[in-house]
């Protein structure tokens, strides 16, 4: 079975990155999605999940510095679970999506640093 995961929604907040041991780059960031639906009563809902997608190396560098809060992006990738022990002692489940291929179908929103070419030098943002 193959583990392949698809998504497209809105960047939550600002990537954040970091270097692990070895020098692997490894961003983080939201992605929200959304349905809306009629509820018993009528009502119309809105029904927003939220997912954590974990990008490495160059996918890692390339999102942090383009990608910014607010963007529509589709994401593919894998899911990954994980499971730890809290500082209470509690145990804790959590699921990511280890992205392999991030396109970004919308440019940054106005006054950000990526719309605003900060950070990019002479390259060209990829839009």
């Known amino acids: 079975m193959t583990n392949i995961v698809i998504l497209v929604g809105n960047v939550g907040a600002d990537p954040e990155s970091r270097n692990a041991q070895g020098g692997t780059i490894i961003t983080s960031f939201s992605v929200a999605t959304s349905r809306r639906y009629r509820n018993d009563a009528g009502d119309l809902v809105e029904q927003t999940e939220w997912h954590r997608i974990t990008a490495f190396s160059g996918l890692g560098k390339t999102i942090a ?24 002692g509690q145990t804790r489940y959590g ?23 900060a950070g990019s030098g002479d390259e060209e943002v990829p839009f």
């Open 95 to 117: 699921v990511d999506i280890y992205a392999s291929e991030v396109e970004f179908l919308s440019k940054a929103p106005t006054g950000s640093a990526a719309a605003d070419g």
């Open 65 to 88: 510095q383009y990608v910014r809060k607010g963007m529509k992006v589709s994401v593919q990738g894998r899911l990954h679970y994980s499971k730890w022990t809290d500082q209470a």
